[in-house]
């Protein structure tokens, strides 16, 4: 018995206790009783995930929904459902689909994600988190279903974003994360959470965390969320405008700018003040999207708020910011002037602080070159890379800006004055050694070059015009092309590092391009010719791929608008490609070229320094708009070569269309000579015709003379023609003159015979009227009468009434009251009798005034005799009521007689007897 005791009871499984918890937590009543099947579930829900998820998360959900008031429970039930969102690695539940489920279980159920979201206006700090960290999980797992039932969910934005008024960190960072998820791609949700005052929001929290200058990972996550509510969302930047929120961009630089830094900063603190004035810069740049909708509009907001002041000036504070971050500014400034002239032109006046020792301040232009063309550091190359975007941004879509520019350069370099900063400068006498040292000193300067002059005419003669030598002194006058061409060569001789080649290339196809005196420039050279074939037609390497295929480039751009006038004629030209290089290779070097990666992949390749490329020069060799330009010319420029060369292309510059087709010249006058011919047989048929025609006209004055002669003779029979109708027109003048006295004298008679009548009318209305007065004044004699005799009938009643009182007043005492009252009424109708004589008169009066209009008289004396005979009527009925009542009375006095026998008052009947 005791060793049946002893015994060990059997090990209960995990699954098995799982399942006893789940069904405890379903059919549990009591709260403390779910509560600790919960706990209990917890402890399994990191390691056996699945298990716990399949048995009991509806119970969760239906926990969250019945024991949402408990604070503790709510707490570990979401513990819970987070930790089988992120179960333990080790697990050997733990999967991807368990996550999928997992979301789906509230992603497909509105009511489960809209039970979560409530929990986010929670005031109970882990309630709160919690919720925002399982909303969290399960966007990660669901986006788009998530942000559909977030969407649907009753006012589920606004508590989000009222979550980042929370003052404890936790739950705002947690906040903050959610809606950069949720804003990052959904346009409505953007709106959603603009709208619930985010704006003002986020600009708080920014404030309170400590700003630009000591804030930390919560204001980058500020600045993240303010770039996600405007990417692409036209409306969120109207509403940022207007509610004045520039100016708080510009207040938050300006304090950053003005605040002293000091030297004993943290690395980790520099770092994160560059990453916020990175993202800063973001969503500045968000507002200034090339083609995007409001570009102006936010343009012009920025410079009324000295906000592109201030990023010039960060751009030049080496303290403010490292040199990412300042390059970043300079882009920004360039997005703030780009296609606008006015802000472009007041960019230029603005000043900066100087690199060099000697100067203090110096014009923002001017700054910009000192740093792209003087700044030769290669950690640098990033800042140098957006002062040259920034002046590009300077000259685009401004004609004057882009002549003042070249003008001042030109001015410059003839007066060998600003030799370190004037691209012409650099370009034209190019120091070697500071070539071998950097490069992209060169590369700056040809692209600023290239981006003055192309697809400018005006801007490229002015360049054309600038040459070297003094031929009056017996020198050599070498203009610009050849000196650049030159360079070109001479580099390539020496093998100088291909950027430097490649912005040569560049310069000098953008400006031969549709010019037709800088290619016969460039063709006056012939070695230029000459070594580019050398070069195209060399056996191929990787590293002369770029170098070969700008050469054929060039080559084919100087080939397509070259003339037979051309120092090298066009025949000639073309004879030189396909002899020496060939057509096969001339294509292949130009495929090979748009196939490179640095031109393929150029839009998704970043033009920045990388730390790959820290111990030497980075991989950038391409200018964005001469890739645009590559890519759209690459067919025309391909099939140059299969044009024959009697084939000029006609260019249109300043209006005027230059290059022609010889072969056409030559049949335009082949054309000419035979219309000459034409012309001088035209000339004799013309001088027959005129023999014939002068006969004919002896012939017409003939017939003239001869039609005259009749037209006398016609013009004298129509004068007797005419003197006869004026006489018929006399005598019937006269007649018409008889017959209109006539008439006159009838209409006379007419209107007297018409008077008569109208007086004879007047006479007979006016007896009528005589008569109809006589009728009411007969009918009113006659009411008068009938009125009399009414009165003479009451009175005589009265009488008889008075009389019989006086005979009963010693019988009965209230008889003789009943009888008074009776009287008294009498008298009331009598007189109500009498008014309505009155009224009778009054109507007959009325009746004798209407009768003055003719038209209704008989009618008015009609309607009167009516009235005055129903009145007449009611005055009967009323006078048989007064006898109907004196029977009555009568009825009554025999009644009290036979009482009064009745009660033996014999006496006084034969009294009153």
Known sequence: MFSTISAAPAKQSVSDTITILSGRLGSATLLEDRRAAILG??????????????????????????????????????????????????????????????????TQHQDNMSLVVAFVESTEFYSRLYALELLAAILAARPQRTEECLLAAPLAMSRLVAALDDERDAIRSQALGLLIVLSMDSLEIQKLVAFENAFDRIFALIQAEGSLSDGGRIVEDCLILLANLLRHNASNQSLFRESDCVARLSRLLTALLDSKTTDDVAEWAQAQRDRNLYAFLAVVRLFLSVGAEGVSRNQEAFWKHGLAHQVLRLAFDGEAGSVPVRAEALIACGDMIRNAPTFQEAFAQLDVASLAPDTDRVYAIDGLLDVMLNTRHLAMFDLRFAACQCIIAYLSNHPEVRLHFLSRAIEGYRQGTDDSANVLTVLLRPNGGAVAADPYRQWFAAVTSFHLLYDYAAAKSNALALTEGDEVKGEEVVTAIQTIAAHLIHGIGRGDDIRCLVGYLMLLSGWLFEDLDAVNDFLAEGSNVQSLVQVVSQSLSPQSELLQGLSAMLLGIAYEFSTKDSPIPRT??????????????????????????????????????????????????????????????????????????????????????????????????????????????????????????????????????????ELAKVHEAYKLLEKKHEEELRLLQKEWSAKEAQLEKRLVDMGAEAAAREASHKADLASKHQSALAEAERIQLRSEAEVADLRATISRLEADVMKANKSKTDALTALQLDKTNMVADEASRTRAAEESARKITAELTSATSTIKELENKINAAESARAEATQAMEATQTELDDLLMVFGDLEEKVAKYKARLCELGDKETLESDD
């Open 572 to 709: 000639m030209l073309h004879s030189i490609l396909t002899s020496r290089i060939g057509r096969d290779i001339y294509l292949d070097r130009l495929s090979r070229l748009r196939r490179h990666p640095y031109m393929r992949d150029f839009e998704v390749k970043p033009q920045k320094l990388f730390a790959a490329s820290v111990n030497g020069p980075p991989d950038v060799l391409f200018d964005a708009d001469f890739v645009g330009f590559f890519k759209d010319n690459y067919g025309r420029i391909a099939r140059a070569i299969d044009r024959e060369p009697s084939f000029e292309i006609p260019v249109v510059t300043d209006g005027v269309q230059r290059g022609v087709s010889r072969e056409l010249v030559d049949s335009l006058r082949a054309e000419v000579k035979d219309k000459d011919k034409a012309l001088v047989d035209a000339k004799a048929h013309a001088i027959t015709l005129e023999s014939q025609l002068g006969q004919q006209q002896a012939d017409w004055r003939r017939s003239n003379e001869k039609n005259s002669q």
């Open 41 to 106: 579930l917890r402890s399994f829900a990191k390691d056996f995930p699945a298990s716990v998820a399949s048995g009991a998360l509806r119970s969760f959900i239906c926990s969250l929904s019945k024991d949402g008031e408990d604070v503790d429970t709510v707490k570990i039930v979401l513990e819970t459902l987070l930790m089988l969102f992120s179960p333990s690695q080790d697990s050997p539940e733990a999967s991807d689909e368990l996550v999928l489920w997992l979301a789906d279980e509230f």
